[in-house]
Nanobody, 119 residues
Framework: QVQLVESGGGLVQAGGSLRLSCTAS????????MAWYRQAPRKQRELVAR???????NYADSVKGRFTISRDNAKNTVYLQMNSLKPEDTAVYYC?????????????WGQGTQVTVSS
C-alpha cells in the first residue's frame, strides 16, 4: 500500500507561480512512475507531467516550457513547479503513483489540491 499526500495548491494571479509537493509513504520502494494529473470542472482528468525513477519526464503540450516535474527519491517526494500560470490551468491537481506488487500493477492517487488562477 502507498499513501500520497499533496500540498501547495492555492489561489494565484495569472503569470504567477506555485509549487506542488506530493510525498509518498508506505511501500514506496517499488513506486514508478510518479505523475501529476489535473481535472477542471466538467472536464476529464488529464496527465500534466510524469517522471520515472531514472529521471525521464514527459509533459502535456499545454504545460511544456512552463511546468517542471522533479523527484527526490530519498524523500519519496515529487514536485511540480508551475510558472507563468494561466486561468486555464485552474483545476484540482492529483498526485499519482503506480507500483508493482506480486505481479499486479496498482494505481494510487492523492486526495487532490485545488489550484485557482485568476485573470
Amino acid at each position: 500500500q502507498v499513501q500520497l499526500v499533496e500540498s501547495g495548491g492555492g489561489l494565484v494571479q495569472a503569470g504567477g507561480s506555485l509549487r506542488l509537493s506530493c510525498t509518498a509513504s508506505g511501500s514506496t520502494f517499488s513506486i514508478n512512475p510518479m505523475a501529476w494529473y489535473r481535472q477542471a470542472p466538467r472536464k476529464q482528468r488529464e496527465l500534466v507531467a510524469r517522471i520515472r525513477s531514472g529521471g525521464s519526464t514527459n509533459y502535456a503540450d499545454s504545460v511544456k516550457g512552463r511546468f517542471t516535474i522533479s523527484r527526490d527519491n530519498a524523500k519519496n517526494t515529487v514536485y511540480l513547479q508551475m510558472n507563468s500560470l494561466k486561468p486555464e490551468d485552474t483545476a484540482v491537481y492529483y498526485c499519482y503513483a503506480s507500483s508493482w506488487s506480486g505481479g499486479v500493477l496498482y494505481d494510487y492517487w492523492g486526495q487532490g489540491t485545488q489550484v485557482t488562477v485568476s485573470s
